[in-house]
C-alpha cells in the first residue's frame, strides 16, 4: 500500500512598509523549514524599511530579487511577486493561495484592504482571500491606534481576517528581542495550523522539572 504523502501548502507572505520587516523575514524562514512553499510580495515602502531595520538592500525588480531572496533563505520554494503582476496566479481565486499573511502590515494596507480597493497585487490577494473565504493574517505594527485604525481592523476582522497585532508575550520568559519575535511568529504559525517550537505554551513544563 502507497504511503500517504502530504501535500505542500502555498503561503503568500507580503511585507510593507510599516516597522518590523524582522517579524516577516522570521515567518518566512519557519514556513520553509516546514517544508512549504512561499510567494513574498514586497511593496517599495517595504523594500525601504527592510533596508533600513535589517541592511538587506534587495533589488527593485523581482526577477533580480527572486535570486537575492533565493539566497537569503537557501531555499527554491520561494519566489518573489511584483505588485503589478495582476496575471500572478495568487490574482485569482481559481488557483488561491492556502493563506496569506500581511507581517508587518501598515494601516494604509489594512485601510486599502478593508475598502476593497485591490489597487496592487498585494491588496487583490487579500481580496481573494477573503471571498474565497481561506486565512487572512494582518500584523499591525503601530500605536496608538487611531480611531479610522480601529474600525478598518474591525471591518476586516468581520470581513474574516485575522488581527494579530505585534505585541509580544512575557509568559515564556523571554531573554532576547529574538525570542519576542519568535513569540509573536510562532502565534502567526498557530493560525496557519504549521507546527512550530518557537516559544514555551503557558503551561507546559521544563523538561528537566
Known amino acids: 500500500m502507497a504511503s500517504k504523502t502530504t501535500r505542500i501548502r502555498h503561503f503568500i507572505v507580503a511585507l510593507t512598509g510599516a516597522s518590523g520587516a524582522v517579524y516577516g523575514l522570521r515567518l518566512i524562514s519557519e514556513l520553509l523549514r516546514a517544508g512549504e512553499r512561499v510567494s513574498l510580495i514586497l511593496t517599495d515602502a517595504g523594500r525601504q524599511v527592510l533596508l533600513h531595520e535589517t541592511g538587506l538592500d534587495w533589488a527593485v525588480k523581482a526577477n533580480e530579487r527572486q535570486r537575492q531572496v533565493q539566497e537569503h533563505f537557501s531555499s527554491i520554494a520561494i519566489d518573489c511577486l511584483a505588485t503589478d503582476n495582476f496575471f500572478s496566479g495568487v490574482a485569482s481565486g481559481s488557483a488561491a ?11 494604509g494596507t489594512a485601510g486599502r484592504i478593508a475598502a476593497g480597493l485591490s489597487g496592487n497585487l498585494l491588496e487583490r490577494a487579500a481580496d481573494v482571500m477573503l471571498k474565497e473565504r481561506r486565512p487572512l493574517l494582518l500584523v499591525p505594527r503601530e500605536t ?3 480611531t479610522m485604525h480601529l474600525e478598518n481592523l474591525l471591518r476586516l476582522s ?8 505585534a505585541m509580544p508575550g512575557f509568559y515564556h520568559g523571554p531573554q532576547t528581542i529574538d525570542d519576542l519575535v519568535d513569540f509573536l511568529v510562532g502565534k502567526v504559525l498557530d493560525q496557519l495550523q504549521v507546527e512550530h517550537a518557537l516559544f514555551k505554551r503557558w503551561g507546559d513544563k521544563d523538561s528537566d522539572e
Open 97 to 107: 493561495a492556502d493563506g496569506m499573511v500581511v507581517i508587518p502590515c501598515s494601516m
Open 144 to 146: 496608538p491606534f487611531n
Open 158 to 165: 468581520r470581513a474574516g481576517a485575522v488581527i494579530i497585532p
